[in-house]
């Protein structure tokens, strides 16, 4: 039994009886001791996978009704919320922050009877894109642990990748499933807007951020979109999708399909490797017989400046709560007037959530408003009505998911600007609220590049299709850990 | 140009006691620089997007007891309440 198959193939053969629950669960924990040294891909491990995985089987033998992911193990980035598990959104504000309830994405995998093998570990709050800002420590990419695996969800990207699970859960916010896809050669989406419940997802951005599946195939994404996708009554934002099933013809292809190229993705600043892999994913599509046409998005420069603003706004009034009177660690209140106590607990969040709050602060502040953060609301808009517009034209777009490769663990740590600017090519998607997948399509000098394709909003069984179509034309190698 | 004191008085604002003032004023000022191509944008529409939630599609407002005591998870309590810090 090869730890190596997607959840797709776990599941033919749990069913068949080829293997056990208990013996696949048992196996990845003992793949998470071996690598996880060199990985650290995990906040925290669940120490029940065992008996949970034993439970399944003895009801798989005796015939007993078990949910659709039959045990299946899947990784949760460590800010969606847990019954009984840590939640510690890899801040040192929430090191010890016991969930007392599940996430609507988490409680529907469990009724499916999916198995929460860990929390993955995550930029502090989400807020990053290498996982390097996590108060328990980076992560490593899997294809060289020197490397990071992108982010925020880099630890959902990497445990995926590092065959310490099936399937993940992240969260995208400005890229953060896409890019540790694109960094670790998984497959990753960032739904529509409203397309999965944010109920129990420790908010940061509210108005862009969304969950989304990481997993080895497109298949596996679309199984895992149809458990966790369509209305909540926990969360308003929540659309009504009809239920269709997204794994249903995943191989209609793509002949007669219009897929535009975005122009300001694959210009200046974008990496000689990445340029080339996308010319040839594109040749490729049209082999597949799809028309591509180059298309511009000229709003998507101002993409990046739009979106910090926002989203540091955002953040600055999310992270309000955080006082270590209601959510907390360990810090004695005595000797401490309140707003100095508050002030000194509150000392102890990382350098980018601390710096988000200064810009969302400074943003929002009299004087400044117009300046940026109405303005980025507009930049917003402009960009949704140019999205909106190029949808008329084509039925698709393209573009690479990130304009570098890999880079090394600290290389651009103290550089936050040019950090922000890897996620040029992502950040439209959760600003026009579309959704966006990538995959895993080359490797450059052994680092993976990812292909990236944007639909109109709810349209991700055209998204899926055309992800699987490209997918199947690739064959890489498998991960040399 | 961003100054140490502005900064200080963002912290104050946060309510975020800034160990190292000085290593984010240089940050905060080449990010906000960066922000200023915003202000220079001609944008011809004042339209904003904006998300309309409808009230008719509020969950049922009912009581559901729960069995665990909230109040034991907190890291300050006496009795059934929170415990902070003085206020004067």
Same mark, same amino acid.
């Given at each position: 039994?090869?730890?190596?198959?997607?959840?797709?193939?776990?599941?033919?053969?749990?069913?068949?009886?080829?293997?056990?629950?208990?013996?696949?669960?048992a196996?990845?924990?003992?793949?998470?001791?071996?690598?996880?040294k060199?990985?650290?891909?995990?906040?925290?491990?669940?120490?029940?996978?065992?008996?949970?995985?034993?439970?399944i089987?003895?009801?798989l033998?005796?015939?007993?009704?078990?949910?659709?992911?039959?045990?299946?193990?899947v990784?949760?980035?460590?800010?969606?919320?847990?019954?009984?598990?840590?939640?510690?959104?890899?801040s040192?504000?929430?090191?010890?922050?016991?969930?007392?309830?599940d996430?609507?994405?988490?409680?529907?995998?469990?009724?499916q009877?999916?198995?929460?093998?860990?929390?993955?570990?995550?930029?502090?709050?989400?807020?990053?894109?290498?996982?390097?800002?996590?108060?328990?420590?980076?992560?490593?990419?899997?294809?060289?642990?020197?490397?990071?695996?992108?982010?925020?969800?880099?630890?959902?990207?990497?445990?995926?990748?590092?065959?310490?699970?099936?399937?993940?859960?992240?969260?995208?916010?400005?890229?953060?499933?896409?890019?540790p896809?694109?960094?670790?050669?998984?497959?990753?989406?960032?739904?529509?807007?409203?397309?999965?419940?944010?109920?129990?997802?420790?908010?940061?951005?509210?108005?862009?951020?969304?969950?989304?599946?990481?997993?080895?195939?497109?298949?596996?994404?679309?199984?895992?979109?149809? #458990?966790? $996708?369509?209305?909540?009554?926990?969360?308003?934002?929540?659309? &009504? *999708?009809?239920?269709?099933? =997204?794994?249903? +013809? @995943?191989?209609?292809?793509?002949?007669?399909k219009?897929?535009?190229?975005?122009?300001?993705?694959?210009?200046?600043?974008?990496?000689?490797?990445?340029?080339?892999?996308?010319?040839?994913?594109?040749?490729?599509?049209?082999?597949?017989?799809a028309?591509?046409?180059?298309?511009?998005?000229?709003?998507?420069v101002?993409?990046?400046?739009?979106?910090?603003? #926002?989203? $540091?706004?955002?953040?600055?009034?999310?992270?309000?709560?955080? &006082? *270590?009177?209601?959510?907390? =660690?360990?810090? +004695? @209140?005595?000797?401490?007037?309140?707003?100095?106590?508050?002030?000194?607990?509150?000392?102890?969040?990382?350098?980018?959530?601390?710096?988000?709050?200064?810009l969302?602060?400074?943003?929002?502040?009299?004087?400044?408003?117009?300046?940026?953060?109405?303005?980025?609301?507009?930049?917003?808009s402009?960009?949704?009505?140019?999205?909106?517009?190029?949808?008329?034209?084509?039925?698709?777009?393209?573009?690479?998911?990130?304009?570098?490769?890999?880079f090394?663990?600290?290389?651009?740590?103290? +550089?936050?600007?040019?950090?922000?600017?890897?996620?040029?090519?992502?950040?439209?998607?959760?600003?026009?609220?579309?959704?966006?997948?990538?995959?895993?399509?080359?490797?450059?000098?052994?680092?993976?590049?990812?292909?990236?394709?944007?639909?109109?909003?709810?349209?991700?069984?055209?998204?899926?299709?055309?992800?699987?179509?490209?997918?199947?034309?690739?064959n890489?190698?498998?991960?040399?850990? | 140009?961003?100054?140490?004191q502005?900064?200080?008085?963002?912290?104050?604002?946060?309510?975020?006691?800034?160990?190292?003032?000085?290593?984010?004023?240089?940050?905060?000022?080449q990010?906000?620089?960066y922000?200023?191509?915003?202000?220079?944008?001609?944008?011809?529409?004042?339209?904003?997007?904006?998300?309309?939630?409808?009230?008719?599609?509020?969950?049922?407002?009912?009581?559901?007891?729960?069995?665990e005591?909230?109040?034991?998870?907190?890291?300050?309590?006496?009795?059934?309440?929170?415990?902070?810090?003085?206020?004067?």
């Amino acid at each position: 039994m090869s730890l190596g198959i997607s959840a797709t193939q776990y599941l033919q053969q749990v069913r068949n009886g080829s293997t056990s629950v208990e013996e696949y669960v048992a196996k990845t924990l003992e793949r998470i001791v071996k690598v996880e040294k060199k990985v650290h891909a995990f906040i925290s491990v669940n120490e029940n996978a065992l008996t949970q995985a034993k439970q399944i089987d003895k009801k798989l033998k005796v015939k007993e009704k078990v949910g659709s992911c039959l045990g299946m193990p899947v990784s949760i980035k460590d800010n969606i919320c847990t019954k009984g598990m840590k939640t510690t959104c890899a801040s040192k504000m929430l090191e010890d922050f016991v969930a007392p309830y599940d996430a609507t994405v988490v409680s529907r995998l469990k009724s499916q009877d999916a198995i929460i093998i860990g929390k993955a570990n995550l930029d502090e709050f989400a807020m990053g894109s290498t996982t390097e800002f996590s108060y328990f420590g980076s992560t490593g990419n899997p294809w060289n642990t020197d490397y990071v695996p992108g982010g925020s969800s880099g630890g959902s990207g990497a445990s995926v990748s590092a065959l310490e699970c099936l399937a993940s859960l992240g969260s995208d916010t400005g890229g953060s499933v896409r890019s540790p896809a694109s960094f670790c050669s998984v497959v990753g989406l960032k739904p529509t807007y409203g397309l999965v419940s944010r109920y129990g997802l420790v908010s940061f951005a509210n108005s862009i951020e969304q969950i989304g599946p990481l997993a080895r195939t497109v298949e596996d994404v679309a199984f895992i979109l149809n #458990i966790i $996708s369509g209305h909540d009554p926990h969360d308003n934002t929540t659309l &009504d *999708n009809g239920k269709p099933d =997204y794994a249903k +013809d @995943l191989d209609a292809g793509i002949s007669g399909k219009k897929i535009g190229i975005i122009s300001e993705m694959i210009g200046d600043g974008i990496d000689k490797d990445v340029a080339a892999a996308t010319n040839r994913a594109v040749s490729k599509l049209q082999r597949l017989g799809a028309e591509c046409i180059p298309i511009s998005i000229d709003s998507a420069v101002h993409s990046v400046a739009a979106y910090y603003t #926002i989203a $540091s706004a955002e953040a600055s009034s999310n992270l309000a709560r955080y &006082d *270590n009177i209601r959510y907390g =660690y360990n810090f +004695d @209140l005595e000797g401490y007037e309140f707003n100095a106590y508050i002030s000194k607990a509150r000392g102890n969040f990382g350098p980018e959530v601390t710096r988000r709050m200064l810009l969302g602060a400074f943003v929002l502040s009299a004087g400044y408003y117009g300046k940026y953060y109405l303005k980025a609301q507009k930049v917003r808009s402009l960009i949704k009505s140019q999205l909106d517009e190029a949808f008329k034209k084509v039925d698709l777009l393209v573009a690479p998911t990130m304009p570098i490769l890999p880079f090394k663990i600290g290389e651009k740590i103290d +550089d936050p600007l040019t950090l922000y600017l890897l996620d040029i090519n992502t950040i439209i998607a959760n600003l026009a609220g579309i959704p966006a997948i990538s995959i895993p399509y080359e490797l450059a000098h052994g680092l993976p590049i990812g292909i990236q394709f944007f639909a109109n909003r709810m349209q991700e069984k055209l998204l899926l299709q055309a992800a699987y179509a490209l997918h199947k034309t690739t064959n890489l190698p498998e991960v040399p850990l | 140009m961003v100054k140490r004191q502005e900064i200080e008085r963002l912290g104050d604002l946060i309510k975020i006691e800034l160990k190292n003032p000085e290593k984010y004023v240089k940050q905060v000022e080449q990010i906000i620089d960066y922000f200023e191509s915003l202000d220079k944008l001609e944008i011809s529409s004042d339209t904003i997007l904006t998300q309309e939630l409808t009230l008719d599609n509020l969950r049922e407002d009912k009581y559901i007891p729960y069995d665990e005591k909230l109040i034991e998870k907190l890291k300050h309590t006496k009795e059934n309440f929170a415990k902070a810090p003085k206020m004067i």
